[in-house]
């Protein structure tokens, strides 16, 4: 949620730059409504003091001897007389509240505005390889190598899923331990959360209430439930409705869950196989940190989510999104693109995004700093990585003419030793 002090110091300039980000806003109701609620606040602690006063005055006036009913009289007339104001007041609160939920988070001022037309690529990493040889897609490859069946995921699901077999099952979770083994390396707490979460999780994470039909929902469960799209609803949640301190900042976390998407992929060639599915495997990065910390540890997770790849020995670049092309919830995101072969493209990996404050707005997550000062904790998450984009740019890129794939190297560890997968014999 977007501070409010922010608004009522510069409601243009927030505007504009809100607008970077496709969001056309008019802020007069939100300012009437702050006015209102100006003399209403004024009216009704006015009131309360006169009532705090004269209740007060009653075990004086009792010890003298004197008569109490008229002060009993005269706090009841101003309850009465204030009910009013503080059911408006009430109400108010609730709209200011209404208002703000919708808007998105302010993007950074470096941002370009627009959408993926205007995305920049800063980094790019290894060299598009030329084959000596007729290069295959991931999917044919997959199969040929007894990798992925798609058939009988398709037949078990639908479209959209598909089951990971003998050495395609082992490379996948030789991926996750890899990534796993790198963040307990850097000093990261691993957790695994619950993939069903509640209504208040996805609030505060920006999801709802604007985005709730992106999720897959449970019916006829109350209260409401729903299904992690990815671990970054459940890590902001970790520490919501609570007060850190500030040395105990920046908190650092990663989890591992299947990620649950509403809105799988088309047929068509760009998204076949694994690129896109209703169902995937990601480690998430999370971080907690002060206003300070900030850009430090969101540099910290591009680093991390690059070093991943570089380690891999992909073909991989880094780009700054644009303002529209970031989620609402987000005032910065670089996402780390890794080339697929077959399609002469490069597809996201992993998102690495900074909300600053918005996210621990809604879920009141702060911290004490030295002085005493309770202030808003920032929230950072990166895909540190998601597997189904990295699974078929390694069986694309580490092809071989005779149509094995040759596993990185630091996946053999995980692998027990095997250093490459040869095609299935028929």
């Known amino acids: 949620m977007i501070d409010q002090k922010l608004i009522l110091e510069n409601p243009e300039e927030i505007a504009k730059k809100l607008a970077k980000k496709g969001c056309i806003v008019d802020f007069k109701p939100f300012l009437d409504l ?11 602690e006015n009131a309360k003091a006169e009532r705090n006063k004269l209740s007060a005055s009653v075990p004086e006036v ?3 001897g004197g008569d109490v009913t008229q002060i009993f009289a005269r706090v009841k007339q101003i309850a009465a007389e204030t009910a009013d104001d503080e059911k408006e007041l009430a109400k108010i609160e609730e709209d200011i509240k209404n208002f703000l939920l919708p808007l998105p988070n302010i993007p950074d001022d470096d941002l370009l505005p627009g959408g993926k037309e205007n995305n920049k690529v800063i980094h790019s990493y290894g060299e598009v390889k030329e084959f000596g040889f007729e290069a295959k897609n991931h999917v044919d490859l997959c199969e040929s190598l007894g990798l992925i069946d798609y058939a009988r995921g398709a037949k078990m699901s639908g479209h959209g899923c598909w089951v990971y077999t003998g050495l395609g099952a082992q490379l996948e979770w030789a991926l996750l331990n890899f990534f796993i083994s790198e963040h307990l390396k850097d000093g990261y707490e691993f957790i695994l959360p619950p993939h069903i979460l509640n209504y208040e999780s996805g609030y505060v994470a920006g999801q709802f209430p604007k985005f709730i039909d992106d999720v897959f929902s449970l019916k006829d469960v109350e209260p409401a439930k729903f299904i992690l799209p990815t671990a970054e609803t459940a890590l902001v949640n970790l520490h919501r409705n609570e007060i850190l301190s500030e040395n105990e900042l ?4 990663f989890a591992y869950t299947p990620c ?3 809105e ?4 068509r060639t760009e998204e076949r196989g694994m690129i896109r599915g209703y169902q995937f495997n990601k480690i998430e990065m999370f971080q907690y940190t002060t206003e300070e910390q900030d850009m430090p540890a969101f540099e910290e997770l591009v680093k991390k989510a690059v070093s991943l790849m570089e380690k891999l020995g992909l073909t991989f670049r880094v780009s700054k999104l644009a303002a529209e092309d970031i989620s609402a919830s ?5 996402d780390i693109e890794v080339y697929i072969p077959s399609m002469g493209i490069f597809k996201e990996v992993s998102s690495v995004s900074t909300a600053h404050t918005y996210q621990a707005r809604r879920g009141m997550i702060r ?3 030295k002085e005493g000062k309770v202030k808003y904790a920032c ?3 990166g895909s540190g990585l998601a597997t189904s984009r990295v699974f078929p740019a390694i069986i694309e890129q580490y092809q071989q003419a005779d149509g094995s794939v040759i596993i990185p190297e630091v996946l053999r560890p995980f692998m027990g030793g095997l250093d490459r997968i040869y095609p299935k014999k028929k």
């Open 379 to 381: 929230t950072l998450n």
């Open 330 to 334: 987000m005032a910065r995101t670089y």
């Open 367 to 369: 911290y004490r700093d």
């Open 264 to 267: 799988a992929g088309a047929y």
């Open 34 to 44: 702050v006015s209102r609620r100006k003399e209403l606040l004024i009216k009704v």
């Open 250 to 253: 920046p908190k650092k976390y």
């Open 62 to 64: 009792k010890k003298s």
């Open 260 to 262: 649950y998407r509403k």
